[in-house]
């Protein structure tokens, strides 16, 4: 079989739609992760609709309309789902706040272990903008985010790869990052060099981001900023290259695993009805 076929490629420009910051990024990257989960009938619900029931019967235990061993099996199911998927995007989130222009690559990836891959989808970031306020871009961005994920999720590629059936199996999720020293870290665990098993499908999804530092959109406007911190002005993007060249000079490649992963599970129906309608 033709590896190449089985090898697709999202190419996705950013440039004049959003200032690609950390945050923004991240929260793109979330919203592929949710929607591959579903889209690949590894969750039977939407994330919202299992976020929402979840939070319900959570703040009203009592209010279950069924005691049923199955129906109280299955919710426990969705719930872990739903912690493990939280534990992820938060995990995502905060490595992207902290240093979010290291992150070359995400992998999300599909199998019984992560090393026997069905699938994978490979998330390749470049150009994200640091230095900026990102409070001062939360609206604008959230506003264009829709536009970038339409791209994605309505291209050619992306169709193609979820019209392929998948049963439920485990989803890891891999990281790619440049650092000064490899460490250990809370939600993520550092391991050897991920290698894509042979034969297996991946699907590339390129967030390409060219800044041309045209920007003052943080110089004058401050928010939740301690003015008595002194930083460096956003301009100075001579010293910055200068300081990016030194510190990529020492920096090495480290692999990380999420220590979450979701495991896929199926609807389940007792007597013709849904679990979920008898939580």
Not at 155 to 183: G, R
Request: charged fraction near 20%; include cysteine.
């Amino acid at each position: 079989m033709d590896v190449n076929k089985k090898c697709k490629e999202i190419n996705v420009n950013i440039i004049q739609r959003v200032l690609l910051t950390p945050l923004t990024c991240a929260s793109i990257v979330n919203e592929i992760i949710k929607c591959l989960l579903y889209q690949k009938s590894q969750i039977p619900y939407p994330y919202s609709w299992i976020k929402n029931v979840v939070t319900k019967k959570r703040i009203n235990p009592s209010d279950a309309k069924s005691t049923h061993l199955q129906v109280e099996r299955h919710y426990r199911t969705v719930a872990t789902a739903y912690d493990s998927l939280e534990k992820i995007m938060d995990s995502i989130t905060t490595q992207f706040k902290t240093g979010g222009s290291n992150i070359k690559q995400i992998l999300v990836v599909f199998g019984s272990t992560l090393y026997t891959a069905r699938e994978m989808y490979t998330i390749n970031i470049s150009g994200l903008v640091s230095g900026h306020i990102e409070e001062n871009h939360l609206y604008a961005n959230g506003k264009q985010q829709y536009k970038i994920l339409r791209d994605i999720f309505f291209s050619d590629e992306w169709i193609n790869a979820m019209n392929a059936p998948m049963l439920p199996t485990n989803m890891y999720v891999v990281m790619q990052k440049f650092v000064s020293k490899l460490e250990e870290e809370l939600t993520f665990e550092s391991i050897r060099e991920y290698t894509k098993p042979p034969l297996v499908k991946n699907v590339y999804v390129n967030l390409s981001y060219k800044d041309d530092g045209n920007h003052n959109c943080c110089n004058d406007l401050l928010i939740f900023q301690d003015l008595n911190i002194i930083e460096c002005p956003l301009n100075s993007t001579e010293s910055n290259d200068a300081t990016n060249l030194s510190e990529k000079s020492t920096e090495q490649v480290q692999w990380m695993q999420s220590k979450a992963f979701v495991k896929g599970f199926k609807e389940c129906f007792i007597n013709g009805i849904s679990a979920t309608e008898l939580w």
